[in-house]
């Protein structure tokens, strides 16, 4: 079983950027993919960027340019590099791991982008 623990969030005002982490509790190897999404009030969750084993990126369209997705394996974490953020990034942001045909789900950071 593999724990993933995110922090980071928190609010900040529009142009402004915030940086999320997420750990896993053992470390990661072979085939896998992690990713982070989020769910906004009363919206679907969706997929706001990947990274695979890899190094391949994938970005949803609404935050290419702005976020950066990145990985440091001596330390088993995630990051999520947010910039220029915008209100309608405002969301619960969950971290996500996919990897030995499993999925596993971190509990989710508040992001809230307002003046």
């Known amino acids: 079983q593999v724990r993933l623990v995110e922090s980071g969030g928190g609010l900040v005002q529009p142009g402004g950027s915030l940086r999320l982490s997420c750990a896993a509790s053992?470390?990661?190897?072979?085939?896998?993919?992690s990713g982070w999404y989020r769910q906004a009030p009363g919206k679907q969750r969706e997929l706001v960027a990947i990274?695979?084993?890899?190094?391949?990126?994938n970005y949803a369209d609404s935050v290419k340019g702005r976020f950066t997705i990145s990985r440091d394996n001596t330390k088993n974490t995630v990051y999520l590099q947010m910039n220029s953020l915008k209100p309608e990034d405002t969301a619960v942001y969950y971290c996500?791991?996919?990897?030995?045909?499993?999925?596993?789900w971190g509990q989710g950071t508040q992001v809230t982008v307002s003046s």
């Open positions: 990274i695979n084993y890899g190094d391949t990126t």
């Open positions: 996500n791991l996919k990897w030995l045909f499993r999925d596993y």
């Open positions: 053992t470390s990661i190897f072979g085939i896998y993919v």
